[in-house]
């Protein structure tokens, strides 16, 4: 027996096509259902790596009591989040209204018109830790509907006016000019918080912040403040050691359930991954520490070997279960290691803080807590326990394709390849831009949400038009092809026509699903805020395209938000970033000519500030505007610098160069 879900493509609504719930995927025939009979919607919304989710469709909705109870007095619908961000993030805003957090699974009831009146997150099947069990939840949210509905009806109309209230634009008003007062305030309240023991920020549970650490180096990089560069090296260090690390595979769990980094939530997300292999990179650009450069490439290496589709495309999520367990895959016990690396054994085991009672359920969690030289004197030690590993039940996998998610992993490979000097990241990245384009895109600039199986489907969201773009930029100045500069304007010229609000964007287009409100999201989450993310590559297109109109864009949403950033800069640090490029005056750098020592100056070391053209030919009719019109000097190579659209006098020696690029 299966229901409605049996005919979806997203994994995670998979999962649940053989449970007793009458689910529907959200869609007009189930809000017709909840309209015609007058019944409640009971919405859930999770994601396939999810612990907690497969906990609870365990406990309740594998139940047929629970069901039975559904199927009676609801219309159940299932959401994947990913696939439906903008449903998340509207009920998100409920729950977290309601209650003053949030999660997955998240439980959110509605009225028939989709207006929500209750929600929470995983509800057990019996009451306890101070929950009531989700039976109690579902009898007395059935029995209030058909008592008191009035009430809940007027309750969801002021939940909804909360929800839009959230989304709207800061009191900054956009015609205010940009100031370095919101950086400062900013860096002063992300040290203040700093956890000086552990690196990062907050407590138990503890998030990788990249976002946050990519503000400290450009921060570093503005100031040469010592104790910006000092919070991110040392965070980098012990997330590199803990178990948040798979120490044998490479790659990022998704967070440490402990405030030391140590034991991890397992799931692995393409995102996270995404994120924290440029930060690493960057790292290694201003430190050279080459414990950070060697997390690049395992990270990366994993996202090859495990999460590429053959046709380019990266999958979304690897699993935190497997055989019926969370992290099993990971863990490993003395006697393992010992059968596999012999007389090696025992300088791995102590390396790795590896005990007889472990540290995680009885097993280990490796983590290094010996030297860096010993880590590198280890190396053939990990791959013998990666190739014993790979005969264990793997995690199950997630292998839809998200464009934002891509988008950012497409920036990673293509910035690690130019850097890095490996081609096979180049390579990676330009077969992900040209899948992107060909399975996600059409002609008109236009993306699709999620791809799965040769089926691209949903409108794409603000997040993917400008995640991809971003991933675009980084592509054309790791090859200099310029098809990738004209499909990264060409998608935001797309988001202008179809998301634009009246300062900044929505997060859905003008032809999108009407939804109870039309969400715009401006902090930060476990990626960059759309917006956020839509003013800094407004500001770096705008130098390749010499284009002002992409800058007064920027600058508008940015003094929209600039009263807020400096006081909560953790929840908005890609604004951050973007304010910091602002402020900056970048460098617009346009070389022609055969390319040689001026290319590589301008591309080496960390360059925040600039965006690199090249043509090695003279065309007046170059594609990229910047390099229209620029000639070589004597038949040299050549670079133009340009700041503000002002250009310098050109200049053909490194030394003059370098002078002109100062603190880009």
């Not at 994994?11 to 259902?33: F, I, K, T």
């Not at 552990?198 to 503005?222: D, I, S, V």
């Not at 346009?590 to 090695?616: F, K, M, N």
Request: aromatic share 10%.
């Amino acid at each position: 027996m299966t229901n409605r879900l049996a005919g979806e493509s997203s994994p995670y609504l998979l999962q649940h096509a053989e449970n007793p719930v009458d689910w529907y995927p959200w869609g007009e025939e189930a809000l017709s259902r909840a309209r015609g009979e007058g019944k409640p919607i009971f919405l859930s919304i999770g994601y396939s790596a999810c612990h907690w989710c497969h906990v609870m469709a365990h406990e309740s909705f594998e139940d047929p009591a629970v069901a039975s109870i559904l199927n009676e007095r609801f219309v159940s619908i299932k959401v994947d989040r990913e696939e439906r961000p903008d449903l998340d993030r509207i009920y998100m805003g409920a729950v977290q209204a309601l209650t003053g957090h949030g999660g997955w699974p998240m439980s959110v009831f509605l009225t028939p018109e989709g207006e929500p009146f209750y929600g929470g997150t995983y509800f057990p099947p019996q009451a306890r830790y101070g929950m009531p069990s989700f039976s109690d939840v579902l009898r007395a949210i059935d029995e209030a509907w058909r008592n008191r509905r009035g009430e809940l009806v007027d309750g969801s109309q002021q939940l909804v006016d909360a929800i839009e209230r959230q989304m709207t634009v800061a009191a900054g008003s956009a015609a205010n000019p940009l100031t370095p007062e919101a950086m400062s305030e900013a860096f002063q309240v992300v040290r203040d918080r700093f956890d000086q023991d552990n690196g990062g920020w907050g407590t138990a549970p503890k998030f990788p912040q990249p976002m946050a650490l990519e503000f400290l180096l450009r921060t570093h990089h503005a100031t040469g403040d010592d104790r910006a560069l000092e919070m991110v090296v040392q965070t980098l260090e012990h997330m590199a050691r803990g178990g948040m690390y798979d120490q044998v595979g490479g790659g990022f769990h998704r967070y440490s359930v402990d405030d030391h980094w140590l034991v991890p939530h397992f799931e692995k997300m393409l995102y996270d991954n995404a994120q924290l292999a440029r930060v690493y990179l960057h790292a290694w650009q201003v430190t050279g520490n080459e414990l950070f450069r060697a997390v690049v490439e395992e990270t990366l290496d994993y996202v090859l070997r495990e999460m590429t589709d053959p046709g380019g495309g990266f999958y979304a999520t690897q699993d935190a279960d497997s055989e019926g367990e969370e992290g099993r895959f990971f863990l490993w016990m003395p006697d393992e290691i010992r059968e596999v690396l012999g007389p090696e054994a025992a300088r791995f085991i102590g390396s790795y803080g590896v005990t007889d009672d472990g540290n995680f359920e009885g097993r280990n969690i490796l983590a290094l807590v010996g030297s860096l030289d010993a880590r590198r004197g280890l190396a053939d030690a990990r791959y013998l326990l990666f190739e014993a590993r790979e005969a264990r039940v793997h995690p199950g996998r997630d292998d839809k394709v998200l464009a934002s998610w891509n988008g950012l992993m497409l920036a990673a490979f293509a910035e690690a390849g130019r850097v890095l000097k490996r081609d096979d990241y180049r390579q990676a990245a330009e077969r992900n831009g040209d899948f992107l384009l060909r399975e996600l895109g059409d002609d008109e600039g236009r993306l699709h949400h999620t791809w799965k199986d040769g089926v691209a489907k949903g409108n794409g969201y603000l997040e993917d038009y400008v995640h991809v773009a971003d991933g675009l930029l980084e592509l054309y100045q790791a090859t200099f092809h310029s098809r990738w500069y004209e499909a990264a304007r060409r998608l935001i010229e797309s988001a202008i026509a179809h998301f634009a609000a009246d300062v900044g964007f929505y997060d859905t287009s003008d032809d999108h699903e009407a939804l109870i409100t039309r969400p715009r999201e401006l902090q930060d989450n476990a990626v960059p805020s759309g917006n956020g993310m839509a003013a800094l590559v407004l500001l770096r297109l705008a130098g390749l395209a010499v284009e002002p109109r992409y800058i007064d864009l920027a600058r508008r949403s940015l003094a929209s938000v600039q009263p807020i950033l400096g006081r909560y800069p953790l929840g908005f640090a890609q604004w951050l970033i973007a304010l910091d490029y602002a402020l900056a005056r970048p460098r617009d750098v346009a070389i022609v000519g055969e390319a040689g020592a001026l290319l590589d100056g301008a591309l080496t070391g960390y360059r925040p500030h600039q965006v690199v053209a090249l043509a090695e030919e003279a065309d007046s009719e170059m594609i990229v505007p910047l390099l229209r019109d620029r000639v070589p000097v004597d038949g040299r190579e050549t670079a133009y610098v340009c700041v503000d659209f002002a250009c310098q006098p050109p200049v053909t020696e490194t030394a003059a160069l370098e002078a002109l690029l100062g603190e880009a």
